[in-house]
């Protein structure tokens, strides 16, 4: 070989190695990722900082249990069925690292009807329906086990939750007015209290991975769970008289977007 090709052999290879980066680079940046968002486990996905959670399931609110026995005022009103409570919660993920650390806020939606007693006392129904509705409130701290989900793609989440709830209760008449009891009492108020939650969620992801990372890359949903939660929830006054009793212990299945 001579000189002179030898430089010329020099200078295509130059010229392949100043070419091959740019077409990564190209290919790359097609993708719309970037480096920051790979993952332990090798997987593109965007910055994930929020979860939605959105759930539904049976609740009867105890509130025969401030009488001790002795009343039950709610059962024979408006029986003793467990009817559908709407759950909604908002997180916040502070930390991911072994897991993710998430503060969360709920509300929820609880409304019983039933067809009030005659005006006489005979305790017969009348074609007045009363309409009973709680809207609890909650803020939890949260822990979600899902560093196989980032790691190894397991589907497979347990998580818990603690937290404080206050939940505003009303009763209203047959003209949908805040009931009154004839003595300057009226039928709304707040009640303090708590919860404890476990429950396990299923990431859809491996269902279509591929749809998975476009809904990622496209809209920045990370995942998408199936979510199962029971949930013990004390809302009796947190030590107070006088309060409505609204807890109850149930169980509810919905979806959490986290993005």
Known sequence: ????????????????????????????????????????????????????????????????????????????????????????????????????VAVGAGLSYYSVSANSPVANGSGQPSGDQSTFKIFPLSVSAIYRFDYFLETRGFPLVPFGKVGLDWAYWQI??????????????????????????????????????????????DLGVNHTSLVFQFTHADISGLGMSNRMHLGDTNWSLGLMFQF
Request: proline share 4%; aromatic share 14%; charged share 25%.
């Open 1 to 100: 070989m001579t000189m002179k090709s030898a430089l010329l052999a020099l200078t295509a290879l130059a010229g392949l190695g100043a070419a091959a980066p740019a077409a990564h680079a190209q290919t790359f940046a097609a993708d719309n990722f970037r480096t920051a968002d790979l993952t332990e486990g090798g997987r593109f996905k965007t910055t994930q900082r929020f979860a939605f959670e959105l759930r539904f399931g049976p609740y009867l609110p105890d509130v025969d249990s401030e009488f001790n026995g002795t009343r039950y005022p709610y059962r024979d009103y408006y029986g003793s069925d467990n009817h559908l409570l709407t759950a909604t919660e908002f997180d916040y993920e502070i930390l991911h690292r072994f897991g993710t």
């Open 172 to 217: 209203t008449d047959g003209n949908d007015e805040i009931a009154t009891d004839g003595r300057g009492g009226r039928g709304r108020g707040g009640t303090p209290g708590w919860h404890a939650a476990a429950g396990l969620s299923l990431a859809l992801d491996f269902f279509d991975p591929d749809a998975a990372r476009d809904f990622d890359s």
